[in-house]
């Protein structure tokens, strides 16, 4: 299954977000990518399961696996695109039920290999989030020195980490 280290930040005010867009910027090898994302979320006990629509004819079905901790953590994950997400969201509701939905504009840049993702999340707010993606056998450590090592490049204080995702804050639950 594949896997990254994961770190979300929340950012501390409006302008934090042109200010980190710059400093990305000035380290990416590729970006930015404008991306709108509307996610639902379904429930399921063995981890998270969300249906990511990009427009009406394209989306990907996305289950992940990864404990809700302040930093770096590893994500477990397995997507699988579609080109029918409304189509999928209705049998996935009716089988499942919903769990909550977060609708958000991101901006992409890749550093090496890494994706850095701006977000203007509807109701929260902006955040800045760090996927470090790994190869099959190559060990975590190589990856969470190198997410700490991009948050210090991009300036992003640990004070700033979210434990959860962006449906728990949207929840009430998590920071």
């Known amino acids: 299954m594949p896997r990254n280290i994961e770190i979300k ?19 990416a090898d590729r970006g930015p990518e404008r991306i ?55 049998a996935l509701t009716l089988a499942h039920g919903q ?21 203007r999340v509807a109701g929260l707010g902006e955040f800045m989030e760090l996927e470090v993606v790994l190869d099959e056998a190559e060990p975590e450590d190589a990856g ?5 090592d991009l948050m210090a490049r991009l300036g992003v204080a640990p004070a700033q980490w979210v434990d959860c995702a962006y449906v728990d804050l949207l929840r009430g639950r998590g920071g």
């Open 99 to 119: 769990a909550g939905r977060v609708v958000k504009e991101r901006t992409l840049y890749l550093v090496g290999r890494t994706r850095v993702h701006l977000d």
């Open 36 to 90: 709108h994302q509307d996610d639902t979320f379904f429930r399921c006990a063995a981890g998270r399961l969300k249906l990511r629509a990009f427009s009406a004819g394209a989306g990907e079905l996305i289950f992940y696996r990864r404990p809700d901790v302040q930093g770096p953590k590893t994500a477990f994950y397995v997507r699988t695109p579609t080109a029918d997400p409304d189509g999928l969201r209705e």
């Open 144 to 148: 969470l020195r190198e997410a700490h």
């Open 9 to 27: 930040a929340r950012l501390p005010s409006p302008g934090a977000l042109a200010a980190l867009e710059a400093r990305a910027a000035a380290l």
